[in-house]
Nanobody, 118 residues
Framework: QVQLEESGGGLVQAGGSLRLSCAAS????????MGWYRQAPGKQRELVAA???????NYADSVKGRFTISRDNAKNTVYLQMNSLKVEDTAAYYC????????????WGQGTQVTVSS
């Protein structure tokens, strides 16, 4: 099983920046996807950004141009740089790891809260 450790959430004013980190450990292949979902109170969980090993990242339309996902494969870590934060970015952010060659195929982090104040 894959374990995920997240860090980097917090409180920031609108227009500010935060960086989230998620480190994976355990047994997994080098063909995988790491990314972030978020869930605001009363709303469904939505994909924010994802990065597949050897592929191009993809982003939710609402964060394009403001958020950047990156990976350090040597550290099995994915980062989410969040700039120009908006109040509507306030949510719990969950890191995920998907690998079709392990069971279970998807693992989740514990979640980290991002709160953007006006």
């Amino acid at each position: 099983q894959v374990q995920l450790e997240e860090s980097g959430g917090g409180l920031v004013q609108a227009g500010g920046s935060l960086r989230l980190s998620c480190a994976a450990s355990g047994r997994f292949s080098n063909i995988n996807t790491m990314g972030w979902y978020r869930q605001a109170p009363g709303k469904q969980r939505e994909l924010v950004a994802a990065s597949t090993s050897g592929g191009s990242p993809n982003y939710a339309d609402s964060v394009k141009g403001r958020f950047t996902i990156s990976r350090d494969n040597a550290k099995n870590t994915v980062y989410l740089q969040m700039n120009s934060l908006k109040v509507e970015d306030t949510a719990a952010y969950y890191c995920y790891f998907w690998d079709p060659r392990v069971t279970p195929k998807i693992s989740w982090g514990q979640g980290t809260q991002v709160t953007v104040s006006s």
